[in-house]
């Protein structure tokens, strides 16, 4: 464990452990977010996704607004002390890659990617444009750990659960059991190159310091926040779209995982292994009665048209969150998030290490 944050701490030198972690939300989590997240000690990520033909823009805000921040962060190598999360099947890799070439973000998320040597050439020319560009790889099952970890040996490993929002598997395991698996599998490798192995940070249902605990329990070193960051006063949503985080419980009920979402909204090149979950709603519900696709989308585009109300149980417009959305309960700024977070987590575990 000490060479693990050792290696954190100097990857990421800006950090406070235990670390905490701002997923890439695609469109959601920008520079504002971003940079709250890592001033609060933890590493935020600007959401790419598969459109990177605006991202120097989030970047040169992201440089400004860590510029007027005083005292400076401090980073490895003078990367910039944010990370840049890409969804590879859609993103543009030699625009991407001028991006972070011009920037040197601290760390690159890559998900979902369309195959193993597309994974292979963003890592490599990653590596190529900015060295010290640390690489980030979400998976979500112990083959996808092992067949990336040979590959392209990533600096970390994200784990994501199926209680995750938004996209991933649509067949996987919870982290209670994933995370254990893919720990034990990865340990169990030989490497002939000097590579250590990932580190493995733990992704999926985790909204509170509660889960955050029983994940570094599990063998996380570090966790990310998704859903919970949804309700953050830098989250770029709608009204609507919050509103409905914070109505929303039991969300083992009221979250599904589905493709029906991406199919209305026009999100249609994920491949078949991956789904998203979101909120319940009467687009999945008509869905699931034998509504056609066709009039599910006309009703769908016609609830777009209504803004903020467009959003509800008995509306139609997405929310994507996880199947921990019921622990969401207010609007918080970021940084206190993953302040409260982190603090929380110090208390449960030493709690914990008393017990012993």
């Given at each position: 464990m000490a060479s693990t944050l050792d290696t954190l701490r100097r990857d990421y030198p800006w950090i406070q452990t235990p670390l905490v972690v701002g997923a890439p939300m695609r469109l959601i989590a920008l520079a504002d977010m971003a940079v709250e997240i890592s001033k609060a000690g933890g590493i935020g990520f600007i959401g790419a996704g598969t459109d990177v033909s605006d991202l120097d823009q989030h970047l040169d805000k992201a440089t400004s607004l860590l510029s007027s921040h005083a005292p400076s962060l401090p980073s490895s190598n003078s990367t910039l002390p944010v990370g840049v999360g890409f969804i590879n099947w859609?993103?543009?890799?030699?625009?991407?890659?001028?991006?972070?070439?011009?920037?040197?973000?601290?760390?690159?998320?890559?998900?979902?990617?369309?195959?193993?040597?597309?994974?292979?050439?963003w890592t490599s020319r990653t590596r190529q444009a900015s060295p010290s560009t640390r690489i980030w790889v979400q998976i979500g099952s112990v083959e996808e750990a092992i067949s990336i970890v040979q590959t392209v040996r990533p600096d970390v490993l994200v784990v994501?659960?199926?209680?995750?929002?938004?996209?991933?598997?649509?067949?996987?395991?919870?982290?209670?059991?994933?995370?254990?698996?893919v720990s034990d599998t990865i340990?169990?490798?030989?490497?002939a190159d000097g590579y250590t192995g990932p580190i493995l940070l733990a992704a999926g249902g985790i909204v509170d310091s509660r889960g955050a605990s029983a994940a570094h329990l599990l063998g996380a070193s570090g966790v990310v926040l998704g859903t919970r960051l949804l309700a953050s006063t830098e989250a770029n949503v709608s009204r609507g779209y919050q509103s409905e985080v914070l109505r929303a419980s039991d969300g083992g009920q009221t979250t599904v995982r589905t493709k029906v979402y991406d199919k209305l909204r026009g999100t249609t090149g994920w491949a078949e292994s991956h789904n998203a979950r979101g909120i319940v709603n009467r687009s999945y519900v008509d869905a699931l009665g034998g509504m056609s696709e066709?009039?599910?989308?006309?009703?769908?585009e016609e609830e777009v048209k209504k803004g903020d109300e467009g959003w509800g149980e008995q509306a139609r417009m997405t929310t994507y969150a996880g199947s921990g959305v019921?622990?969401?309960?207010?609007?918080?700024g970021a940084g206190e998030i993953v302040r409260e977070v982190r603090e929380g987590l110090v208390g449960l575990l030493g709690g914990a290490k008393a017990l012993l």
């Open positions: 859609g993103a543009d890799l030699p625009l991407a890659i001028q991006s972070i070439a011009k920037y040197r973000p601290a760390a690159t998320w890559f998900f979902a990617p369309s195959s193993l040597d597309s994974l292979k050439e994501q659960g199926t209680d995750a929002g938004g996209h991933g598997l649509a067949q996987g395991a919870s982290l209670i059991s994933l995370l254990p698996e340990s169990s490798l030989q490497f066709e009039e599910n989308r006309r009703l769908y019921g622990l969401v309960r207010e609007v918080k």
